[in-house]
């Protein structure tokens, strides 16, 4: 088990956009739905995007329309394009597996959206 390492993270004001990228290792990178989770202050983790092996995506209604996940597999690299950012986006960011699994977190990446 190799955590995922994302990156990407920042402090930008509302309605600005930010780029994360998630790199992992292909034994789970290749065979699963990967997914963007994010955990605020005081709050559980959720699950804000996830895409298929195939590219078919889903999102959280929070983030619909303003968020777009991505996948490279020849890479083995996640994306997060978040536009259109608001205060209640700020959070850590991770990505996993969909369902996620135990021993792949990583440390995550910090946003912060300032109105």
């Known amino acids: 088990q190799v955590p995922l390492v994302e990156s990407g993270g920042g402090l930008v004001q509302a309605g600005g956009s930010l780029r994360l990228s998630c790199v992992a290792s292909?034994?789970?990178?290749?065979?699963?739905?990967m997914g963007w989770y994010r955990q605020a202050p005081g709050k559980q983790r959720e699950l804000v995007a996830s895409i298929t092996i195939g590219g078919n995506t889903n999102y959280a209604d929070s983030v619909k329309g303003r968020f777009t996940i991505s996948r490279d597999n020849a890479k083995y690299t996640l994306y997060l394009q978040m536009n259109s950012l608001k205060p209640e986006d700020t959070a850590v960011y991770y990505c996993?597996?969909?369902?996620?699994?135990?021993?792949?977190w990583g440390q995550g990446t910090q946003v912060t959206v300032s109105s």
């Open positions: 996993n597996s969909d369902p996620p699994r135990r021993g792949y």
């Open positions: 292909g034994s789970i990178f290749s065979f699963n739905p």
